[in-house]
């Protein structure tokens, strides 16, 4: 059974339906397709179904049913309260249509949601995953990104594509979630990128070639530019060793400086703060 329950406002006057202090009103229909055909302003309220298994509803159990009207008999909502579990679904009315119901994901006071394919989140909730991508590729452990606007998950986590993470859509909160790694090689020495973060580590193998002061290694070698996941705050970084020093410049260029050339067996380290955002491979994350 169906029964409606009757609101009182902050003065105590009752709202409509007209009736005494605590009775209620039975919904005379079997299917909530009758409510969206043609009923949502004169059947608009809240309702409370015990047991009733009404055709295309939400739930089979207990819950409490609210009926919003829009603009027509024919337009609105629908948003119910599962009393198991405290899920709350809802789905629009369009024309006289139930659109679809969908679940709706709210935060947890305890921590981040767990990603699921396909679930509303609100703007503002949080949710996690164990794991995405690769380290070549960018790597999320355990992450947890804040939704910025109301939206579906789908059936992937998006790529990254700026300072925050993923555009207007996703905030990640946990930085140090996100690594990658990077090789490159060159005629006289492999640089190693490691970043974490916004901060970024640089460690080259030794040296195993004579290497001439302002040596530029991307034009002498033809090599494209660093990615911009790699290039530096500010004009660039230093990353020196005994004698000379590197420079990782904002275009995503590599320098030797120094007044004289480089012997063999040299090798240079440093870190730098990386300026620009994220880089990960959109994915179904594991869950």
Same mark, same amino acid.
């Given at each position: 059974? *169906?029964?409606?329950? $009757?609101?009182?406002? =902050?003065?105590?006057?009752? $709202? ?8 209620? =009103?039975?919904? !005379?229909?079997?299917?909530? *397709? ?14 409370? $179904?015990?047991? @009733? ?9 207990? &819950?409490?049913? =609210?009926?919003? =009207?829009?603009?027509?008999? &024919?337009?609105?909502? +629908? ?12 789905? @629009? ?23 699921? /394919? ?12 164990? @794991? ?13 990104? +804040?939704?910025?606007? #109301? %939206? ?21 909160? #946990? ?23 916004? #901060?970024?580590?640089?460690?080259? !193998?030794? @040296? #195993?070639? %004579? ?12 090599? /494209? ?6 290039? /530096? ?6 990353? /020196?060793? *005994?004698? !000379?020093? +590197? ?6 260029? $590599?320098?030797? %400086? ?20 994220? %880089? ?8």
């Amino acid at each position: 059974m *169906a029964q409606k329950v $009757i609101l009182h406002d =902050e003065n105590d006057v009752q $709202i409509m339906p007209v009736a005494s202090t605590l009775s209620v =009103e039975e919904l !005379s229909v079997t299917d909530l *397709a009758d409510i969206a055909n043609g009923g949502m302003i004169k059947l608009s309220g809240r309702y409370f $179904i015990k047991d @009733s298994k009404l055709s295309n509803a939400p739930f089979d159990g207990w &819950y409490a049913l =609210e009926v919003i =009207e829009g603009s027509s008999e &024919y337009m609105g909502q +629908m948003r119910a309260v599962s009393f198991w579990d405290n899920v709350v679904k809802y789905t @629009s009315v369009n024309q006289g249509k139930i659109v679809g119901w969908k679940k709706v994901i709210t935060d947890d006071v305890n921590g981040a949601l767990t990603w699921q /394919p396909n679930m509303d989140v609100l703007k503002g909730q949080m949710i996690t995953f164990p @794991s995405l991508g690769t380290a070549e590729t960018g790597l999320l452990v355990n992450p947890v990104f +804040m939704s910025l606007i #109301n %939206q579906n998950t789908g059936s992937s986590f998006p790529a990254a594509d700026s300072i925050e993470g993923i555009s207007g859509k996703w905030k990640l909160m #946990n930085p140090d979630a996100y690594s990658i790694s990077f090789l490159l090689k060159t005629y006289a020495v492999d640089f190693n990128f490691k970043r974490r973060g916004n #901060n970024v580590s640089l460690v080259t !193998s030794f @040296s #195993n070639k %004579q290497i001439s002061a302002g040596y530029d290694f991307m034009s002498s070698e033809k090599l /494209p530019n660093l990615a911009d996941v790699w290039r /530096p705050e500010g004009n660039f970084a230093w990353i /020196p060793n *005994a004698t !000379s020093m +590197m420079l990782i410049w904002d275009v995503g260029r $590599i320098t030797l %400086q120094g007044n004289s050339s480089v012997g063999q067996g040299d090798i240079w380290t440093g870190s730098y703060m990386a300026k620009n955002g994220y %880089q990960w491979s959109g994915g179904v994350p594991t869950v």
